[in-house]
């Protein structure tokens, strides 16, 4: 707490006051909802919550001391509000690694928001999802309880010995009566109670934020949390999240998805078919086989676009390796058709479809901002897409970007519809894998263009059963797949003939260079002569 009492004694006495209030309120808090929890639930979650409550507050001391009297358009300013956001993503991030748990689950899911400050999403992503394993005599407990026969019942051979161990649960490697190789996925006991604690306080902690600084509003962000970590703690679902995923792919060749034996899964473990493998960006793998690396980031962007514009069920939470179905989300048919809408706005520069979808997902007022998220141009850009900003486009952007504020920030995020989110923070999950593959930022738009023009296909979407309305639907959806498709084609024509370009130009420095030699050759030899 040294830290926090330097702090407080620089601050004037009305946030004096209010860091008082704001740590009695959170134990008052704690107070009220601990009693619902046994006594090892109490203990835990009272040091687990007193460590998010000291951290919050010496975070917004900080901002509140830090930033003091200064004008929020100056460079002071801004170089100041840079370092304190350093500051207090170290502290969040040693706030993390000592609660564990949920705390890490949730630096992560923050760590993979485009939409925060980097100098948070840079220090959280350091959070690795690699905690010391439980007990096996806890996991022995668990699985015992759920499956309700003894171990020697049920396998043949259970290494105790996890082969993976996560914030949630950990995995073990056996094999069933039936000699069936298999994977375990235990969830460690108790966690349900702790996340409701944890979540609690988290919402609580986001409010008092909100009232220091009313511009900074993260409720959004802590319900998202929530309901993805619900997901994730219920074993049931996950599995039938991916026998949904095994059916929509299963005429894909490349997509395996492990079988689950439905006999020996609960809600708190989930028992798989084993298969093994390695992390889809694990280039010196990849290397090492020899295997093209921009053949396999075309496959997984072609495997989530697949996803998205077409089935409408999404895996939202891609890791190197595809396992865990946790973290799934049907998407809404109306929502996923005027995403794919987008996308077309998007490869034709339809300012004014972009504008009319925007003002559909709740943001009409940052609609020229939604091209600089998804296609990294600006609404109105004049260069090619595959080529990126122009100078000129870059330096007009800087500027406009200067003028947006943390409020517009936030009322953004607070606007976007919940399937728009995770496609957010998939999709920047997916460019960081692309991009460890080396894969031009091109391959993303071709191909996400690509798969929402099949989206937009009436054979993929038959919207009515009357005849006459279903025949004029399907004659506009013809339409606009071979609009979308051709602008794809001249797109793909375009970059080829650069390719090309650049190949003659390299060959003919190359014969210039042979040339040159050949010549040098000659002269000498008839010197000589």
């Not at 006051?17 to 090892?40: E, H, M, R, V």
């Not at 084993?274 to 793998?285: A, L, M, P, T």
């Not at 960081?432 to 391959?443: E, M, Q, R």
Request: glycine content about 4%.
């Amino acid at each position: 707490m040294q830290m926090s009492k330097q702090i407080v004694s620089k601050f004037p006495a009305r946030a004096t006051a209010a860091f008082c209030l704001i740590t009695a309120g959170g134990l008052s808090y704690q107070a009220n909802f601990l009693p619902y929890f046994s006594d090892s639930s109490v203990s835990q979650g009272f040091f687990r919550s007193s460590r998010a409550i000291r951290t919050i507050v010496v975070t917004v001391a900080d901002y509140k001391y830090s930033l003091h009297g200064l004008s929020k358009d100056c460079d002071e300013y801004r170089h100041l509000l840079s370092e304190v956001h350093l500051r207090s993503a170290k502290r969040l991030l040693k706030l993390c690694e000592i609660n564990k748990g949920f705390y890490v689950k949730a630096g992560q899911f923050v760590s993979s928001l485009r939409q925060v400050p980097k100098e948070y999403s840079l220090t959280l992503s350091l959070l690795q999802d690699q905690v010391v394993p439980c007990d096996f005599k806890v996991i022995k407990e668990v699985i015992i309880s759920n499956l309700g026969q003894d171990l020697s019942d049920v396998f043949t051979w259970l290494e105790e010995q996890p082969i993976a161990a996560a914030s949630i649960g950990q995995v073990h490697h056996a094999m069933l009566k039936n000699h069936q190789e298999v994977a375990i996925k235990v969830q460690y006991p108790g966690l349900e109670k702790k996340m409701k604690l944890d979540t609690r306080i988290m919402y609580f902690l986001s409010e008092f934020v909100a009232w220091f600084f009313p511009e900074y509003r993260f409720r959004w962000l802590i319900s998202e949390f929530t309901e993805a970590v619900s997901l994730e703690l219920d074993f049931v679902q996950e599995a039938r999240n991916s026998e949904t995923i095994a059916r929509n792919f299963k005429n894909n060749k490349f997509v395996r998805v492990p079988h689950i034996f439905w006999d020996f899964t609960t809600k708190q473990v989930l028992t798989m078919q084993f298969c093994r493998g390695h992390k889809v960006d694990d280039v010196e793998f990849l290397n090492g086989k020899k295997i093209n690396l921009e053949k396999v980031a075309k496959l997984l962007l072609e495997v989530f676009a697949e996803m998205i514009f077409i089935h409408g069920f999404l895996h939202g939470d891609p890791h190197p390796v595809l396992l865990d179905f946790g973290i799934c989300k049907k998407l809404d048919e109306v929502f996923r058709l005027e995403y794919c809408q987008l996308w077309k706005a998007l490869i034709l520069s339809d300012s004014k479809k972009i504008h009319h979808l925007a003002e559909r997902f709740g943001v009409g007022k940052y609609y020229r901002y939604l091209p600089i998220i998804f296609s990294g141009r600006t609404i109105d850009s004049k260069s090619v897409l595959e080529k990126g900003m122009l100078v000129e486009e870059q330096k007009k952007l800087k500027q406009d970007l200067k003028g947006l504020t943390i409020e517009d920030i936030s009322s953004f995020m607070e606007s976007l519809p919940s399937d728009l989110l995770i496609i957010l923070r998939t999709d920047e999950l997916l460019r960081s894998a692309i991009s460890k593959l080396g894969a031009s930022k091109w391959l993303r738009l071709q191909t996400y263009g690509k798969y929402a023009s099949f989206g937009l296909s009436p054979k993929l979407n038959p919207r009515s059963d009357l005849k006459v309305v279903a025949l004029y639907t399907r004659l506009v959806g013809n339409i606009e797949y071979i609009h979308l498709r051709l602008a794809i084609g001249v797109m793909n024509i375009v970059v080829w003939m650069e390719k090309l370009k650049r190949y003659l130009i390299k060959f003919r420095i190359k014969m210039s260079a042979a040339g040159k030699g050949m010549l040098t050759a000659f002269f000498n030899c008839n010197l000589k002569v």
